[in-house]
């Protein structure tokens, strides 16, 4: 069980366009998803945590406008990386806590999706 | 502000060897957990143990385990009869109690487990 899927798992897009990320929980219901950016051999950056039904909150450094971010549903969060540069091309993953867990640390991630920007 | 370090950026170990990978933090925080998580080239995290910190016991799993030492902010992952499945990057990761779920991630360990 828990399992969190993304779509796609690579996506290649011309510059200025916009391109979005789905991140699902297959079997359960994520209260609070996350996203986050892997530079090649570097550690994930917190991007922004968003809870279900509300505004997504962002990192300091993270731009909202060009990472929108929404968590429509339980088991739904979508991101969207709107007129992306070549800068934005990355590592892109997504994680989620099994509703009432929410403090003992039962994080599920995604697969990943890879950004190239052309 | 919470930092993880994890000071080996590359390690390896010769199969069914035993290897012990480094990990500190800092944090004021009294009530927290410590995680180890696994990347492997298919690049899905994976939890591989979990600690609390108002345990003194250090955690198991398996060929996994943990020297969690509070006091000196340290927790190190210790892996038994080294794998070839083990070969990966290795994360630790703190995430404070009262807020639950937002990880802080040290830079990672890459481990190769050699034949």
């Known amino acids: 069980g828990a399992v969190v899927s993304q779509h796609p798992s690579w996506v290649i897009c011309k510059s200025g366009t916009s391109v979005k990320i789905e991140c699902r929980s297959l079997?359960?219901?994520?209260?609070?998803m996350f996203w986050y950016r892997q530079f090649p051999k570097q550690s994930l950056m917190l991007m922004a945590t968003s809870n279900e039904g509300s505004k997504a909150t962002y990192e300091q450094g993270v731009e909202k406008d060009k990472f929108l971010i929404n968590h429509a549903s339980l088991t739904l969060s979508t991101l969207t990386v709107t007129s992306a540069h070549p800068e934005d091309s990355s590592f892109y993953i997504c994680s989620a806590s099994v509703r009432g867990t929410s403090y003992t640390g039962e994080l599920f991630f995604g697969e990943g999706s890879r950004l190239t920007v052309l | 502000a919470q930092t993880v370090t994890q000071s080996q950026p590359e390690m390896s170990v010769q199969e069914a060897e035993t290897v012990t990978l480094s990990c500190t933090y800092d944090?004021?925080?009294?009530?927290?957990?410590l995680f180890w998580y696994k990347q492997p080239p298919s690049r899905q995290m994976i939890l591989v143990i979990r600690?609390?910190?108002?345990?003194?016991q250090n955690a198991t799993e398996n060929r996994f385990s943990v020297n969690f030492q509070k006091a000196a902010k340290s927790f190190s992952l210790k892996i038994s009869d080294s794998q070839l499945g083990d070969t990966a990057m290795y994360f630790c990761a703190f995430m404070k109690q009262i807020t639950g779920n937002q990880f802080y991630f040290g830079t990672g360990t890459s481990l190769t487990v050699i034949p």
């Open positions: 079997d359960f219901q994520a209260t609070t």
């Open positions: 944090t004021s925080e009294s009530n927290y957990y």
């Open positions: 600690q609390e910190a108002y345990k003194q």
